[in-house]
């Protein structure tokens, strides 16, 4: 059974920084692509960032380049997304995905977490 849990989410201020964490477990964490995607309140849920198996190859979302950057630890089976210069319009539940393929297209990922809020205040 593959579980996905994230964890490091919370309230922080504008210009703040938060690092959320990804933990896989049930499948073979480094043959498979990762990705972050948020849903703020009333919105559609959106693509942020994706890594390929081994963690050289990211892209990002226009809105988050050069403030988020995601990573991975296989060893660990550990996911993360580094979130600096937060802003209000990042506020929102952010999932990990994991997939076959690193996409900015949620269909491509099979399994997902159940979301970490963060929430950021001015």
């Known amino acids: 059974q593959v579980q996905l849990v994230e964890s490091g989410g919370g309230l922080v201020l504008a210009g703040g920084s938060l690092r959320l964490s990804c933990a896989a477990s049930?499948?073979?964490?480094?043959?498979?692509?990762m990705g972050w995607f948020r849903q703020a309140p009333r919105k559609e849920r959106e693509f942020v960032a994706a890594?390929?198996?081994?963690?050289?190859?990211?892209i990002y979302a226009d809105s988050v380049k050069g403030r988020f950057t995601i990573s991975r630890d296989n060893a660990k089976n550990t996911l993360y997304l580094q979130m600096n210069s937060l802003q209000p319009e990042d506020t929102a539940v952010y999932y990990c995905?994991?997939?076959?393929?690193?996409?900015?297209?949620?269909?491509?990922?099979?399994?997902w977490g159940q979301g970490t809020q963060v929430t950021v205040s001015s």
């Open positions: 049930g499948r073979t964490f480094m043959a498979y692509a």
């Open positions: 995905a994991s997939g076959p393929q690193g996409s900015h297209l949620s269909a491509t990922y099979d399994y």
């Open positions: 890594i390929n198996q081994s963690g050289g190859s990211a």
